[in-house]
């Protein structure tokens, strides 16, 4: 039985726009808008074919380049009613994948159903992104803050603000900040081990939760001296401590390191007597001097940031990774183990093990690939939103 809904505007959009929704997509860039006159910003909106055929409904844009993202293929008739139920619905979900953590991505933005929010909890400090104007919007912001209190009871929330989101947005500039309690750092866990976490300090805070599951999968191969480069507050170089004689860092952010530094002193009931060595170093630099120095390694992690933000950074990106693969793969022993990782979503998984490939070859080594790994599984990844998708990391056996 359909339930009439309240009248909400419509967007037409051109038979390119229709297909992309018709094979799954949930965006549809402004260049396949055909009319959305008078529309405002962050509207509940209709999405119609060039016939005037429904095809949703969604949440509009009136400044984005995605200026819309669907919402369901059903009118909606109760919007604060449906975003508790897949607010409720994404904490759900996680409840039987994720393990031996408190601190995971609790919503996921398209992934989830909710296009335009990311929630992470890093033990009892939930931290909330807002992307769009529509989930910018006042009375939406109340439902999912009451929703997300409800479901995980924190002791804090705190909004982690991007200027350059809301200037895309032309949104009004916001200060991050606490937007429910007041403790704003706290101590987490993945995998039994300690990390520290200030909710509002430093560019980036919290750490690469997409991380996790390849933390515990390099845990189990590294061994030997290890190298962990763009190791950032030591997500990767923590765990390789565990079975590793020897460990060293390398980011060029001291700010980064002073936190890894930390997150040492609050394993030492694993690290012992054991230190990490943190290295302020230029990754690019510091592994050509290394290499020119005849330094070998029995575990090497490379966790870049992205290359290639868009695809037209593409070439450029993939020389990048390639001379890091290289370089490494040149300083492993025999018997040496590679984790490998890009979060570029540009680059393609096949198109990481082409470059992987080639950099065996120039190296004059073999791979074995081990696991090839992704995402972990609080970040889903919606099968027909490629987007979605964007971590690849790949262990591999070097000879
Ligand atoms: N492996 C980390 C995440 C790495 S994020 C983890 O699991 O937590 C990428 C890191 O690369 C950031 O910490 C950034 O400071 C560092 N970085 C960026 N460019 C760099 C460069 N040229 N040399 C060394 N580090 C760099």
Redesign the pocket.
């Known amino acids: 039985m359909s339930q009439s809904a309240p009248a909400v505007p419509v967007v037409k959009i051109s038979p390119r726009g229709a297909t992309r929704l018709k094979s799954g997509h949930v965006w549809v860039y402004r260049s396949d808008i055909t009319s959305a006159d008078a529309i405002p910003p962050g509207s509940l909106v209709a999405v119609s074919d060039q016939r005037g055929k429904t095809l949703g409904t969604a949440l509009y844009s009136s400044s984005s380049q995605i200026a819309i993202r669907m919402l369901s293929h059903d009118p909606v008739s109760d919007l604060p009613a449906l975003l508790r139920q897949r607010i409720a619905n994404a904490i759900a979900y996680r409840k039987p994948l994720v393990r031996d953590t408190d601190a995971c991505r609790l919503i996921f933005s398209e992934a989830d159903f909710l296009p335009g929010l990311i929630v992470d909890r890093y033990n009892d400090i939930l931290s909330l992104q807002i992307l769009t104007q529509a989930m910018d919007a006042n009375p939406i912001r109340e439902i999912v803050i009451s929703e997300l209190t409800q479901q995980t009871n924190p002791v804090a929330l705190v909004e982690r603000v991007d200027p350059r989101v809301r200037e895309l947005e032309t949104l009004p500039p916001r200060a991050s900040g606490l937007l429910q309690g007041t403790k704003t750092s706290t101590v987490f866990a993945m995998n039994r081990v300690q990390f520290q976490f200030a909710a509002l300090e430093g560019q980036?805070t919290g750490?690469?939760l997409d991380?996790r599951e390849?933390?515990a999968a390099a845990s189990q191969y590294a061994h030997g001296d290890a190298l962990?480069?763009?190791?950032?507050?030591?997500?990767?170089a923590l765990h390789l401590a565990q079975g590793c004689s020897q460990v060293t860092g390398?980011?060029?952010?001291r700010p980064?390191l002073e936190v890894a530094d930390q997150n040492a002193a609050l394993n030492k009931q694993f690290l012992g007597d054991r230190e990490i060595e943190w290295i302020e170093?230029?990754?690019?630099?510091?592994l050509k001097d290394y290499a020119a120095s005849g330094n070998h390694y029995d575990t090497i992690?490379l966790?870049?940031?992205a290359f290639a933000k868009t695809k037209r950074d593409l070439e450029a990106a993939m020389r990048g990774y390639k001379e890091l693969n290289l370089r490494a793969l040149k300083m492993l022993r025999p018997g040496g183990i590679l984790v490998t990782?890009s979060?570029s979503y540009h680059v393609s998984q096949p198109h990481f093990l082409e470059m992987l490939a080639s950099a065996a070859i120039d190296a004059h080594r073999t791979l074995r690939l081990v696991e090839v790994r992704g995402q972990a599984k609080d970040h889903p990844v919606l099968l027909n939103v490629p987007e979605t998708s964007y971590l690849k990391c790949v262990v591999g056996y070097v000879s």
């Open positions: 980036k750490a690469f991380q390849n933390y962990d480069v763009f190791c950032y507050q030591g997500g990767f390398v980011d060029s952010s980064a170093a230029n990754a690019f630099d510091l992690v966790d870049p940031p990782c979060c």
